[in-house]
């Protein structure tokens, strides 16, 4: 069974860091393109990163460019997204998901499946 | 960046009738539209993409339809477990710029 695992979440004073993982199960993680895509009640789902099976190509959204590195350990099949600097409205619950297909090169794709995300609150 | 935008907010249909949830693109985004399920306290689960292709554990129930800016998601044969929030997500742009609707809330009477 495909099973992705999020943790790190917690509770932030504004400008803190946080470190956020995410354990794949179940499947070839190293082929996979992975994704993180947060929820909050403000924004609704938004796309934050996402990353190519090497890890040789990374991408971001646009709020949050600068502040947030993702990177993935094959060898553990481990993804993980650092975030600095933030702010009250990075406040969400952020699931780790993965491309639906295996492939070398990312393209765009929808998100399937997705894990049961860990929830940051960033507040003094 | 592409908006999407989904109507309406909030749909109440009885069990056995029919439900249709739409969804718009601010431009093209041809036929690279998928949707989601999410039940509370649940992650979304993937239902269609491409559209219109149902994805392996998806109800012959659950269709979806369009192409270009308007796209639609019909829900035949209502069930109690189908009272969810329904989005959908455009992945056209490249690099990526993933963007979702808002969502519909779908109830069941």
């Known amino acids: 069974e495909v099973q992705l695992v999020e943790s790190g979440g917690g509770l932030v004073k504004p400008g803190g860091s946080l470190r956020l993982s995410c354990g794949a199960s179940?499947?070839?993680?190293?082929?996979?393109?992975m994704h993180w895509v947060r929820q909050s009640p403000g924004r609704g789902l938004e796309w934050v990163s996402s990353i190519s099976s090497s890890g040789s190509y990374t991408y971001y959204s646009d709020s949050l460019k600068g502040r947030v590195t993702i990177s993935r350990d094959n060898s553990k099949n481990s993804l993980t997204l650092q975030m600095n600097s933030l702010r009250a409205e990075d406040t969400a619950l952020y699931y780790c998901?993965?491309?639906?297909?295996?492939?070398?090169?990312?393209?765009?794709?929808?998100?399937?499946?997705w894990g049961q995300g860990t929830l940051v609150t960033v507040s003094s | 960046e592409i908006v999407m935008t989904q109507s309406p907010g909030t749909l109440s249909v009885s069990p056995g009738e029919r439900a249709t949830l739409s969804c718009r693109a601010s431009?093209?985004?041809?036929?690279?539209l998928a949707w989601y399920q999410q039940k509370p306290g649940q992650a979304p689960r993937l239902l269609i993409y491409?559209?219109?292709t149902r994805s392996t554990a998806t109800p012959a129930r659950f269709s979806g339809s369009g192409s270009g800016t308007e796209f639609s998601l019909t829900i035949s044969n209502l069930q109690s477990e189908d009272s969810a929030v329904y989005y959908c997500q455009q992945y056209d742009q490249w690099p990526p710029m993933y963007t979702f609707g808002q969502g519909t809330k779908l109830e069941i009477k």
């Open positions: 491409g559209a219109s």
């Open positions: 179940g499947f070839n993680f190293s082929v996979y393109t």
């Open positions: 431009r093209s985004v041809y036929n690279n």
């Open positions: 998901a993965r491309d639906p297909q295996s492939s070398e090169f990312p393209r765009p794709n929808y998100f399937d499946p």
